[in-house]
């Protein structure tokens, strides 16, 4: 078993250095070209000041040079902190702040655009452009040109030595809270490893596998097509899609075999018609995948094997439905992955009776490390799996409370009943609401908002914006545009003149998003 994750590309050199590892458009990247260029990368970054331990930032679309840094990142001992490409200079700051990030890999357009915010970000002192940093400047920041360092001479790194501990950090993935802005999730090589190897085992991926990684390799669920792949020596497609035919058309040109999205996405592809040449499976997961858009999937792909999943980026993947089960057991969870260990948790800190609703608690080896810098909401989310009664745990095991509200029945799977907190979950993505609700406040253009996610069928949920405010809706939804990503832009705006509040004070949450459905409910029934 590799120990670090850019193991995971150099165990493969012995039998498959010449098989395709990577293949973007029209480019086929072997494993021995993107082993070597992992190692002159990490090798370059090391003589000119990367220390191990260090934060490297990743802002880049899907490309080969994206995953070769990934992974030189761990050849160098440093920590990766991959950044969603669709995120503003506003959303990079503050994670490059959060983690004290000193290098940052990027783009020249990319780069151009974080102007503003650049100057703010003390910590960054390394800057890699992957197209040429010719005729650019950033104060107090080295610059450094991708191809420049690649036909550099820098001291080789023993890239195949086995190091003697995967417990150091290998990422901080940053995901969203219900409360404040996004915190960053610390995985270990073990981590992230051992999940590769779980879903693997599941999922039965050989070197015949050939997977389209559509979705953002900031997510764990996206980064884990490479990890999953590389494990089993099989081959990953990358693709920057602009509309949902788009993964028809690759599914088709690259004969793939595994395809991993979110619900979203899903119901767009259910209402197409699909090349005659079958995946072998499909998986979900970032959210529930309705009866109505799997069953038109598994019409449209008789020969293709679903598996349903859920997951949290803390805890890696939780459950997976067995394909066999999907009849038997619709709207399921399903059972725990290899190597997680479940409970249904009451508020008492009893585990719960089959069919009573409880926390769904995850322990094992899957379980990040906590929040990078965060130990009070680190304490909050990860605690002794000693606190559930009755439970043997060993000394020190931390487990994740997900803040999922689930039962299990008497066969032992796992049903979802909602969540705890008020997180937004949508196209797959989970948005905090006071996040959104600070972004529009420092817009100057309305004084108070509230932001509630809506069932939705398509996106899962769709984002509600509650404003107190004189202007018009389309000056809010021009300033969203300019501010935040395409998958947190509101889908529907309440404009009032004051917000109502509760006994105590504190903006009436439940009572806006109670009044939101009235409105709905009146314009519906005329």
């Known amino acids: 078993m590799p120990t670090k994750l850019h193991h995971l590309i150099t165990a493969q050199l012995a039998d498959r250095a010449e098989s395709i590892a990577l293949r973007h458009r029209d480019t086929a990247w072997s494993y021995a070209v993107l082993?070597?260029?992992?190692?002159?990368?990490?090798?370059?970054?090391?003589?000119?000041?990367?220390?191990?331990?260090?934060?490297?930032?990743?802002?880049?679309?899907?490309?080969?040079?994206?995953?070769?840094?990934?992974?030189?990142?761990?050849a160098a001992d440093a920590i990766m902190v991959p950044i969603n490409p669709v995120l503003k200079a506003e959303q990079l700051a503050h994670i490059v702040t959060d983690c004290g990030a000193e290098w940052l890999v990027t783009q020249r357009a990319r780069l151009k655009a974080l102007q503003a915010v650049?100057?703010?970000?003390?910590?960054?002192?390394?800057?890699?452009?992957?197209?040429?940093?010719?005729?650019?400047?950033?104060?107090?920041?080295?610059?450094?040109?991708?191809?420049?360092?690649?036909?550099?001479?820098?001291?080789s790194l023993p890239l195949r030595a086995e190091p003697s501990d995967n417990e150091q950090l290998a990422a901080i993935l940053y995901t969203s809270g219900s409360t404040g802005r996004p915190k960053g999730v610390m995985l270990t090589h073990r981590n992230m490893l051992l999940g590769a190897e779980s879903v693997a085992t599941y999922l039965q991926n050989s070197t015949e596998d050939r997977l389209l990684a559509v979705l953002p390799l900031s997510f764990d669920y996206g980064f884990s097509q490479l990890t999953t792949a590389f494990l089993v020596g099989a081959e990953v497609v990358l693709l920057e899609?602009?509309?949902?035919?788009?993964?028809?058309?690759?599914?088709?040109?690259?004969?793939?075999?595994?395809?991993?999205?979110?619900?979203?996405?899903?119901?767009?592809?259910?209402?197409?018609?699909?090349?005659?040449?079958?995946?072998?499976?499909?998986?979900?997961?970032?959210?529930?995948?309705?009866?109505?858009?799997?069953?038109?999937?598994?019409?449209?792909?008789?020969?293709?094997?679903?598996?349903?999943?859920?997951?949290?980026?803390?805890?890696?993947?939780?459950?997976?439905?067995?394909?066999?089960?999907?009849?038997?057991?619709?709207?399921?969870?399903?059972l725990p992955i290899p190597g997680a260990k479940l409970w249904v948790v009451n508020e008492e800190g009893r585990e719960c009776l089959p069919g009573e609703v409880g926390e769904l608690v995850h322990a094992g080896e899957l379980v990040a490390q906590g929040y990078w810098a965060d130990a009070e909401r680190s304490a909050e989310r990860f605690r002794p799996l000693c606190g559930i009664q009755g439970v043997q745990a060993n000394e020190g095991e931390l487990a994740v409370w997900s803040g999922d509200k689930v039962y299990r029945d008497d066969d032992g799977l796992f049903y979802f009943v909602g969540r705890d907190d008020e997180m937004i979950k949508t196209s797959g993505y989970r948005v905090s609401p006071s996040e959104l609700e600070e972004t529009l406040q420092a817009s100057d253009l309305l004084s108070e908002a509230v932001a509630f996610g809506v069932a939705d069928e398509l996106l899962g949920q769709k984002i509600v914006v509650a404003v107190a405010t004189s202007h018009e809706e389309k000056v809010l939804q021009d300033y969203c545009r300019r501010q935040l990503p395409a998958y947190m832009q509101p889908a529907a705006w309440l404009l009032m003149q004051t917000l109502p509040r509760n006994a105590n004070g504190k903006l009436d949450r439940s009572g806006i998003r109670s009044y939101y459905h009235s409105v709905q409910d009146v314009d519906r029934n005329g």
């Open 118 to 155: 650049l100057p703010s970000l003390p910590s960054l002192k390394h800057i890699v452009v992957i197209d040429g940093s010719d005729g650019l400047n950033v104060e107090g920041v080295e610059l450094h040109d991708y191809m420049g360092l690649l036909r550099g001479r820098y001291n």
């Open 35 to 74: 082993a070597s260029e992992i190692e002159q990368l990490a090798a370059a970054w090391c003589d000119i000041g990367m220390k191990a331990g260090s934060r490297c930032a990743i802002y880049l679309p899907k490309l080969p040079q994206t995953v070769a840094c990934s992974f030189a990142v761990s």
């Open 241 to 334: 899609y602009l509309l949902p035919r788009d993964v028809l058309k690759a599914v088709e040109k690259y004969a793939i075999t595994g395809l991993a999205l979110v619900p979203p996405l899903w119901a767009q592809l259910a209402e197409m018609v699909w090349p005659p040449q079958q995946l072998r499976y499909f998986t979900n997961s970032g959210g529930h995948l309705s009866t109505t858009v799997l069953n038109k999937l598994r019409e449209q792909m008789p020969k293709t094997t679903p598996y349903l999943m859920y997951g949290l980026t803390e805890a890696f993947r939780s459950t997976y439905l067995p394909p066999v089960m999907l009849d038997e057991k619709p709207g399921s969870m399903g």
